[in-house]
């Protein structure tokens, strides 16, 4: 019994050791991507990069697995009762990992190959990456080469590195490249068509880096998305808004469509700013006022010098567009606001009119006009009826005259009487507000039925 209890002491110490390794060696690996990101690729950085980061970790992973695997086999040992039950484990596992599952020419290839390829490959293109990180902080970056052309020969040249790497691996398994490209000749026609998009964007961004028609640090406007330029991948270019959005575009649409790049070559670029004024206004002056607004502005350009046309007779204003240049095209934006706050000061400064829209609106119906007199005559003295007739009368001929109805033009001036409007009342079709409300008026008011 008390062999048995030293057994499980040792086991569970063993144990306990193993999680005290692993807390420091995941300790210890924190600093080695720091040192080394420093060193290779950017002096004084905070912050690992994130390729060599990567390469760190799976380069200590097979020491953990080691260790527990070690740590296994020796609790295994020490307790008798699970010897049996590990030597067992470990002959299926492998007999399941070295019995071949299929025949490839001379070679039999079995579980283990089927999980151990994949790893390397994906060990290749992170080792591959730092490398090309590696390549891009030690030459490229101090050789003074600008973003765009390290980027692009880091993408070329992590391509070529992960297909030469590939051909090896293969190789150094027993494949024949030769049996890959038959066997792929017969598959591409039937995954093809589900592929033609990937590929037609894969050699897309082959040739935008290429060609560079774009490049990162650009400011483009593609379709309805306006940005910089941050990467162009494999697949697709990242394209940065003002608002920090990241809008992934795919290479083949930067080909197919057209694109408007502001940076491209000089990136001196033209913008117009339309305002309008009222009619009357001295045209020279709002010229001359709207032409210093724009070289007050620091970031507008006095060559070549401001421009003010006008530019069309509106509804209700005088048009006019100022175009200016500038060579900040990432900040056109902000640059129309501050145009707009000093035209809108200088305007307000010089006693320059600003219009907004007015609309006139006139009633046509005799009746209507006829019933407002007849209530008028009933509140109003002699005089002002007298002057209510006549504009009243005034009224009727122009309603006539674009109405040209007879039984209007036949019925004259005469107004509705109060007998009338008392048939009316008596008919419904007419009531007083005091039937609805409470308080009392001097002034009478009526209202005609909604359905009548």
């Not at 067992?88 to 020419?105: E, N, Q, S, W």
């Not at 270019?237 to 930067?254: A, C, G, H, Q, Y």
């Not at 005469?414 to 005091?434: I, K, P, Q």
Request: charged letters at 20%; proline letters at 5%.
């Amino acid at each position: 019994m008390e062999d048995l209890r030293a057994l499980v002491v040792r086991a569970v110490a063993a144990v306990a050791a193993a999680l005290l390794f692993e807390w420091a060696l995941r300790r210890l690996r924190r600093r080695p991507p720091l040192l080394l990101t420093r060193r290779f690729v950017t002096p004084g950085a905070s912050h690992p990069d994130t390729a060599i980061h990567r390469v760190v970790g799976i380069t200590a992973l097979p020491v953990e697995v080691a260790l527990w695997l070690g740590v296994a086999g020796y609790v295994t040992e020490q307790l008798p009762v699970l010897h049996a039950a590990r030597d067992r484990m470990i002959d299926g596992a492998a007999m399941a990992f070295t019995v071949p599952l299929f025949t490839m020419g001379d070679r039999g290839y079995a579980l283990r190959d089927l999980v151990a390829l994949p790893a390397v490959l994906a060990v290749l293109w992170l080792v591959v990456s730092a490398a090309t990180r590696l390549v891009e902080a030690r030459w490229l970056r101090p050789g003074g080469l600008n973003h765009a052309g390290q980027e692009t020969i880091g993408m070329l040249l992590r391509y070529a590195l992960t297909f030469l790497g590939t051909l090896v691996v293969l190789q150094a398994w027993g494949i024949d490249v030769r049996t890959i490209a038959i066997a792929g000749s017969v598959l591409g026609v039937g995954i093809g068509f589900g592929l033609q998009n990937l590929a037609n964007n894969f050699v897309s961004g082959i040739v935008i880096s290429l060609e560079r028609p774009i490049k990162p640090g650009d400011f483009v406007r593609v379709g309805e998305f306006q940005g910089t330029v941050q990467r162009i991948g494999a697949r697709s270019t990242e394209i940065v808004t003002n608002d920090r959005v990241s809008i992934l575009v795919p290479n083949s649409k930067l080909l197919e469509q057209e694109v408007v790049s502001w940076t491209h070559g000089d990136p001196t670029c033209r913008i117009t700013v339309k305002v309008g004024v009222a009619y009357g206004s001295d045209v020279g002056l709002v010229r001359r006022v709207l032409a210093e607004a724009a070289l007050g502005h620091p970031l507008v350009l006095a060559d070549p010098p401001p421009d003010v046309d006008l530019a069309s007779f509106g509804d209700g204003a005088l048009g006019f567009e100022l175009d200016v240049w500038i060579r900040e095209p990432r900040r056109q934006d902000e640059i129309v606001a501050d145009l707009n706050a000093r035209i809108e000061a200088a305007f307000r400064r010089c006693g320059i009119q600003i219009p907004f829209p007015q609309h006139e609106l006139r009633l046509g119906s005799p009746e209507l006009i006829e019933l407002i007199a007849a209530l008028a005559r009933r509140h109003f003295s002699a005089d002002e009826l007298a002057d209510a007739r006549r504009a009243l009368a005034d009224a009727r001929a122009a309603a006539c005259a674009a109405a040209d109805d007879s039984h209007l033009r036949d019925s004259g001036a005469a107004l509705w009487s109060d007998r009338a409007l008392a048939g009316l009342v008596e008919r419904n079709l007419l009531h007083h507000v005091l039937d609805e409300h409470t308080f009392h008026d001097d002034t009478l008011f009526y209202r005609f039925r909604a359905d009548d």
